[in-house]
């Protein structure tokens, strides 16, 4: 099971949570503008196509630490295993997004996040340096950290 996170417009929670359990997902938690879920990964497809209510649908990196400092969320970034996700040559560009959190400052949180997928990335592989090598500029997502938890969005569908 993953877990989820629906973030949507203020008022819209109850249709949106109807949704999700039209979709076959447990709910485990309904705050203002946000609902969070757990399901299996393949079902995440079927969200995108048939929810009308909710804004960005975010995987939730980590559930049982608390984010109350840039070094617990640099792990948590660092943990998750970006090879799969980021293509070799590609450039990496960070969004972040910060409600009710202690982490407030965007800006760390993008450097942070940027440097923990680079170092993840680098580990174990020989970098070879080629000229005129041509690197693509994909968004990958977006973190969000929302009352002290992590989450992130992959703009790449």
Known sequence: MHNFLLTTSLWLESLTKHEVNKQGWTITEVQDKAIYFNGEIEMMARMNIWSRFWNILYYVLDT??????????????????????????????????????????????????????????????????IKNLVLFSIQIGNFFVYKNNCAYHNNCY
């Open 64 to 129: 049982e630490s608390q984010l109350t400092d840039f070094d617990t969320y640099f792990d948590i970034v660092f943990a998750q295993d970006w090879k799969k996700y980021i293509p070799r040559g590609f450039a990496v560009m960070i969004k972040a997004t910060s409600i009710k959190s202690d982490l407030w400052a965007t800006s760390t949180l993008q450097a942070l996040a940027k440097k923990a997928i680079a170092k993840k990335i680098q580990e174990n592989i020989e970098i070879i340096l």
